[in-house]
Protein backbone atom coordinates (compact mmCIF):
# COMPACT_ATOMS: atom_id res chain seq x y z
CA UNK A 1 0.00 0.00 0.00
CA UNK A 2 1.21 3.32 -0.82
CA UNK A 3 1.47 6.16 1.48
CA UNK A 4 0.64 9.99 1.86
CA UNK A 5 3.90 12.50 2.90
CA UNK A 6 1.32 14.00 5.20
CA UNK A 7 0.16 12.88 8.38
CA UNK A 8 -0.24 12.45 12.17
CA UNK A 9 0.21 10.37 14.80
CA UNK A 10 0.37 10.79 18.59
CA UNK A 11 1.63 7.82 21.89
CA UNK A 12 1.60 7.83 25.15
CA UNK A 13 3.55 5.65 27.32
CA UNK A 14 2.51 6.11 31.49
CA UNK A 15 3.95 4.51 34.21
CA UNK A 16 3.88 5.15 38.29
CA UNK A 17 6.84 7.00 38.04
CA UNK A 18 6.63 8.67 34.53
CA UNK A 19 4.56 9.40 31.34
CA UNK A 20 5.77 9.93 27.94
CA UNK A 21 3.85 11.71 24.77
CA UNK A 22 5.19 11.61 21.59
CA UNK A 23 3.90 13.61 18.47
CA UNK A 24 4.74 12.79 14.99
CA UNK A 25 3.64 15.86 11.61
CA UNK A 26 4.81 15.37 8.63
CA UNK A 27 4.94 17.13 4.91
CA UNK A 28 5.83 16.53 1.69
CA UNK A 29 10.02 16.82 1.22
CA UNK A 30 12.12 15.36 -1.21
CA UNK A 31 14.24 13.60 1.10
CA UNK A 32 13.61 12.03 4.64
CA UNK A 33 13.99 14.89 6.85
CA UNK A 34 13.66 13.88 10.88
CA UNK A 35 13.46 16.60 13.08
CA UNK A 36 13.47 15.84 16.90
CA UNK A 37 12.63 17.98 19.69
CA UNK A 38 12.51 16.74 23.33
CA UNK A 39 14.15 17.60 26.57
CA UNK A 40 17.89 17.85 26.61
CA UNK A 41 18.69 15.12 29.59
CA UNK A 42 17.27 12.88 26.88
CA UNK A 43 19.76 13.46 24.15
CA UNK A 44 21.86 10.25 24.35
CA UNK A 45 18.54 8.57 23.06
CA UNK A 46 18.08 10.94 20.50
CA UNK A 47 19.86 8.52 17.52
CA UNK A 48 18.13 5.39 18.94
CA UNK A 49 14.66 7.24 18.53
CA UNK A 50 16.01 8.60 15.09
CA UNK A 51 16.75 5.26 13.95
CA UNK A 52 13.29 3.78 14.88
CA UNK A 53 11.55 6.63 12.65
CA UNK A 54 14.21 6.25 9.50
CA UNK A 55 13.43 2.36 9.52
CA UNK A 56 9.73 2.82 9.07
CA UNK A 57 9.59 6.87 7.00
CA UNK A 58 11.19 7.15 4.02
CA UNK A 59 10.38 10.19 2.88
CA UNK A 60 8.85 13.75 4.09
CA UNK A 61 9.98 16.11 6.54
CA UNK A 62 8.76 14.52 10.03
CA UNK A 63 8.92 17.10 13.17
CA UNK A 64 9.06 14.87 16.41
CA UNK A 65 7.92 16.32 19.58
CA UNK A 66 8.48 14.61 23.09
CA UNK A 67 6.93 15.48 25.99
CA UNK A 68 7.77 14.28 29.43
CA UNK A 69 6.72 14.21 32.99
CA UNK A 70 8.06 12.27 36.22
CA UNK A 71 6.54 11.82 39.26
CA UNK A 72 9.72 10.32 40.98
CA UNK A 73 12.46 12.01 42.42
CA UNK A 74 14.82 9.10 41.44
CA UNK A 75 18.00 10.38 40.43
CA UNK A 76 16.92 14.14 40.83
CA UNK A 77 18.59 16.82 42.14
CA UNK A 78 18.39 20.31 42.29
CA UNK A 79 22.20 21.79 41.97
CA UNK A 80 23.45 25.51 42.10
CA UNK A 81 26.04 27.38 40.77
CA UNK A 82 28.03 28.57 43.71
CA UNK A 83 30.63 31.04 41.63
CA UNK A 84 27.81 32.12 39.64
CA UNK A 85 25.69 32.99 42.39
CA UNK A 86 28.27 34.48 44.20
CA UNK A 87 29.42 37.03 41.54
CA UNK A 88 25.92 38.15 40.81
CA UNK A 89 25.18 38.69 44.66
CA UNK A 90 27.92 40.67 44.63
CA UNK A 91 27.02 42.74 41.72
CA UNK A 92 23.60 43.72 43.51
CA UNK A 93 25.19 44.36 46.94
CA UNK A 94 27.85 47.14 44.93
CA UNK A 95 24.73 48.72 42.90
CA UNK A 96 23.16 48.99 46.56
CA UNK A 97 26.22 50.73 47.86
CA UNK A 98 26.39 53.18 44.66
CA UNK A 99 22.87 54.10 44.39
CA UNK A 100 22.53 53.98 48.29
CA UNK A 101 19.35 52.07 48.15
CA UNK A 102 17.51 50.68 51.25
CA UNK A 103 19.61 47.87 52.66
CA UNK A 104 17.30 44.99 52.35
CA UNK A 105 17.99 42.00 53.84
CA UNK A 106 20.36 39.21 52.58
CA UNK A 107 17.73 36.84 52.17
CA UNK A 108 16.03 39.25 49.65
CA UNK A 109 18.99 39.26 47.53
CA UNK A 110 19.22 36.18 47.75
CA UNK A 111 16.18 35.39 46.73
CA UNK A 112 16.88 37.45 43.44
CA UNK A 113 19.86 35.81 42.83
CA UNK A 114 17.98 32.21 42.39
CA UNK A 115 15.89 33.57 39.68
CA UNK A 116 18.64 34.30 37.39
CA UNK A 117 19.50 32.02 34.97
CA UNK A 118 21.90 28.77 35.22
CA UNK A 119 21.97 29.66 38.53
CA UNK A 120 19.24 27.06 40.01
CA UNK A 121 18.81 24.30 37.84
CA UNK A 122 17.69 20.24 38.03
CA UNK A 123 20.46 18.07 37.61
CA UNK A 124 19.42 14.35 36.47
CA UNK A 125 22.09 12.22 36.70
CA UNK A 126 20.85 9.45 34.20
CA UNK A 127 23.80 5.92 34.69
CA UNK A 128 23.22 4.05 31.33
CA UNK A 129 20.68 1.88 33.37
CA UNK A 130 18.31 4.61 33.96
CA UNK A 131 18.63 5.79 30.12
CA UNK A 132 17.52 1.80 29.07
CA UNK A 133 15.12 2.24 31.22
CA UNK A 134 13.38 5.26 29.81
CA UNK A 135 14.53 4.41 26.34
CA UNK A 136 12.00 0.85 26.91
CA UNK A 137 9.02 3.45 27.94
CA UNK A 138 10.02 6.44 24.96
CA UNK A 139 10.39 3.51 22.44
CA UNK A 140 6.52 2.47 23.58
CA UNK A 141 5.08 5.64 23.35
CA UNK A 142 7.07 6.36 20.13
CA UNK A 143 6.12 3.19 18.23
CA UNK A 144 2.17 3.79 18.95
CA UNK A 145 2.81 7.30 17.32
CA UNK A 146 4.75 5.80 14.43
CA UNK A 147 1.50 2.95 13.84
CA UNK A 148 -0.80 5.54 13.86
CA UNK A 149 1.12 7.96 11.75
CA UNK A 150 1.58 5.22 9.10
CA UNK A 151 -2.01 4.34 9.49
CA UNK A 152 -3.04 7.59 8.62
CA UNK A 153 -0.71 7.79 5.92
CA UNK A 154 -2.11 4.48 4.06
CA UNK A 155 -5.55 6.21 4.26
CA UNK A 156 -4.68 9.28 2.53
CA UNK A 157 -2.35 6.89 0.19
CA UNK A 158 -5.24 5.16 -0.80
CA UNK A 159 -7.60 7.83 -1.95
CA UNK A 160 -4.62 8.98 -3.61
CA UNK A 161 -3.97 5.82 -5.97
CA UNK A 162 -7.62 5.40 -6.42
CA UNK A 163 -7.21 9.62 -7.75
CA UNK A 164 -4.32 8.44 -10.23
CA UNK A 165 -5.63 5.24 -11.24
CA UNK A 166 -8.96 6.98 -12.65
CA UNK A 167 -6.32 9.82 -14.17
CA UNK A 168 -4.77 7.01 -16.13
CA UNK A 169 -8.21 5.78 -17.58
CA UNK A 170 -8.86 9.45 -18.84
CA UNK A 171 -5.76 9.40 -20.60
CA UNK A 172 -6.31 5.94 -22.24
CA UNK A 173 -9.21 6.32 -23.37
CA UNK A 174 -8.21 9.74 -24.93
CA UNK A 175 -5.17 8.04 -25.99
CA UNK A 176 -7.50 5.51 -27.90
CA UNK A 177 -9.20 8.29 -29.61
CA UNK A 178 -5.81 10.06 -30.60
CA UNK A 179 -4.64 6.63 -32.27
CA UNK A 180 -8.53 6.53 -34.26
CA UNK A 181 -7.56 10.22 -35.51
CA UNK A 182 -3.71 9.32 -36.12
CA UNK A 183 -4.27 7.84 -39.85
CA UNK A 184 -5.73 11.20 -40.94
CA UNK A 185 -2.79 13.11 -40.08
CA UNK A 186 -1.66 12.45 -43.42
CA UNK A 187 -4.67 12.54 -45.69
CA UNK A 188 -5.08 15.85 -44.35
CA UNK A 189 -2.01 17.04 -45.29
CA UNK A 190 -2.21 15.27 -48.19
CA UNK A 191 -5.16 17.72 -48.81
CA UNK A 192 -3.75 20.80 -47.77
CA UNK A 193 -0.72 20.28 -50.07
CA UNK A 194 -2.89 19.25 -52.93
CA UNK A 195 -4.87 22.69 -52.38
CA UNK A 196 -2.02 25.01 -52.14
CA UNK A 197 -0.23 23.74 -55.20
CA UNK A 198 -3.38 23.60 -57.38
CA UNK A 199 -4.05 27.38 -56.13
CA UNK A 200 -0.33 27.99 -56.80
CA UNK A 201 0.37 26.54 -59.94
CA UNK A 202 -2.90 26.52 -61.55
CA UNK A 203 -2.38 24.85 -65.54
CA UNK A 204 0.95 23.55 -65.00
CA UNK A 205 1.68 19.77 -64.61
CA UNK A 206 2.89 18.94 -61.21
CA UNK A 207 5.40 15.88 -61.17
CA UNK A 208 3.16 13.22 -59.18
CA UNK A 209 6.17 11.67 -58.04
CA UNK A 210 7.84 14.39 -55.94
CA UNK A 211 4.01 15.57 -54.63
CA UNK A 212 3.61 11.78 -53.10
CA UNK A 213 7.77 11.87 -52.26
CA UNK A 214 6.53 14.98 -50.30
CA UNK A 215 3.83 13.29 -48.62
CA UNK A 216 5.45 10.17 -48.00
CA UNK A 217 8.28 12.52 -45.93
CA UNK A 218 5.59 14.44 -43.88
CA UNK A 219 3.98 11.04 -43.17
CA UNK A 220 7.24 9.63 -41.86
CA UNK A 221 7.71 12.86 -39.96
CA UNK A 222 4.74 13.25 -38.36
CA UNK A 223 4.08 8.96 -37.33
CA UNK A 224 3.01 9.14 -34.35
CA UNK A 225 2.45 5.29 -33.96
CA UNK A 226 5.42 4.39 -31.29
CA UNK A 227 4.93 7.44 -29.21
CA UNK A 228 1.12 5.90 -28.53
CA UNK A 229 2.79 2.71 -27.97
CA UNK A 230 5.27 3.90 -25.56
CA UNK A 231 2.68 5.99 -24.10
CA UNK A 232 0.45 2.89 -23.48
CA UNK A 233 2.99 0.90 -22.15
CA UNK A 234 3.79 3.86 -19.04
CA UNK A 235 -0.19 3.64 -18.77
CA UNK A 236 -0.17 -0.05 -18.32
CA UNK A 237 3.05 0.56 -15.21
CA UNK A 238 1.01 3.16 -13.50
CA UNK A 239 -1.34 0.80 -11.21
CA UNK A 240 1.63 -2.37 -11.47
CA UNK A 241 3.64 0.68 -9.40
CA UNK A 242 0.98 1.70 -7.31
CA UNK A 243 0.22 -1.98 -6.27
CA UNK A 244 3.97 -2.30 -5.74
CA UNK A 245 3.38 -0.21 -2.67
CA UNK A 246 6.21 0.96 -0.64
CA UNK A 247 8.16 4.24 -0.99
CA UNK A 248 7.23 4.43 -4.67
CA UNK A 249 6.70 8.21 -5.01
CA UNK A 250 9.98 9.04 -6.69
CA UNK A 251 9.36 6.35 -9.02
CA UNK A 252 5.36 7.38 -9.95
CA UNK A 253 7.33 10.56 -10.36
CA UNK A 254 9.75 9.25 -13.04
CA UNK A 255 6.78 7.90 -14.71
CA UNK A 256 4.35 11.08 -14.69
CA UNK A 257 7.46 12.70 -16.48
CA UNK A 258 7.49 10.40 -18.90
CA UNK A 259 3.94 10.60 -19.73
CA UNK A 260 3.80 14.22 -20.32
CA UNK A 261 6.88 13.88 -22.71
CA UNK A 262 4.91 11.39 -24.64
CA UNK A 263 2.11 13.48 -24.83
CA UNK A 264 4.24 16.55 -25.78
CA UNK A 265 5.92 14.84 -28.89
CA UNK A 266 2.34 13.72 -30.04
CA UNK A 267 1.06 16.95 -29.94
CA UNK A 268 4.01 18.62 -31.63
CA UNK A 269 4.60 15.55 -34.57
CA UNK A 270 0.99 15.21 -35.59
CA UNK A 271 0.58 19.06 -36.07
CA UNK A 272 -3.10 18.21 -36.59
CA UNK A 273 -6.13 20.13 -34.62
CA UNK A 274 -8.24 17.71 -34.23
CA UNK A 275 -5.47 15.62 -32.28
CA UNK A 276 -3.65 18.77 -31.05
CA UNK A 277 -7.19 19.36 -28.73
CA UNK A 278 -7.02 16.22 -27.59
CA UNK A 279 -3.80 16.19 -26.84
CA UNK A 280 -4.64 19.32 -23.98
CA UNK A 281 -6.91 17.29 -22.26
CA UNK A 282 -4.61 14.96 -22.17
CA UNK A 283 -1.50 16.80 -20.86
CA UNK A 284 -4.59 18.25 -18.19
CA UNK A 285 -4.81 15.01 -16.69
CA UNK A 286 -0.73 14.09 -16.92
CA UNK A 287 -0.51 17.23 -14.65
CA UNK A 288 -2.96 16.37 -12.51
CA UNK A 289 -0.55 13.02 -11.73
CA UNK A 290 2.21 14.90 -11.42
CA UNK A 291 0.72 16.57 -8.37
CA UNK A 292 -0.37 13.95 -6.87
CA UNK A 293 2.58 11.98 -7.26
CA UNK A 294 3.92 15.21 -5.22
CA UNK A 295 2.14 13.84 -1.93
CA UNK A 296 3.39 10.08 -2.17
CA UNK A 297 5.92 8.73 0.08
Not at 53 to 77: A, K, P, W, Y
Not at 85 to 96: G, K, Q
Not at 117 to 143: F, H, M, N, Y
Not at 158 to 181: F, S, W, Y
Request: glycine fraction near 4%.
Amino acid sequence: MIRSMTGYGKGEKQTDERSFAVELRAVNNKYCEINIRMPRIFNPLEDKLRKLLSERISRGRVDVNVNFRTNSTRDTRIVYNQALAENYFDVLTSIRHKFNLIKPDDGSILTLVSKFPDVVEIDRDLDSAALEDIWSDLREAATIAIDRFIIMRETEGAALAANICEKGKNIAQLLDIIATKAPDVTENYRKKLQKRMDEAMAGINVDEYRFLNEVAHFADKAAIDEEITRLRSHLAQLPQILNEGGAVGRKLDFLAQELAREANTIGSKANFADITKIVIDMKGEIEKIREQVQNIE
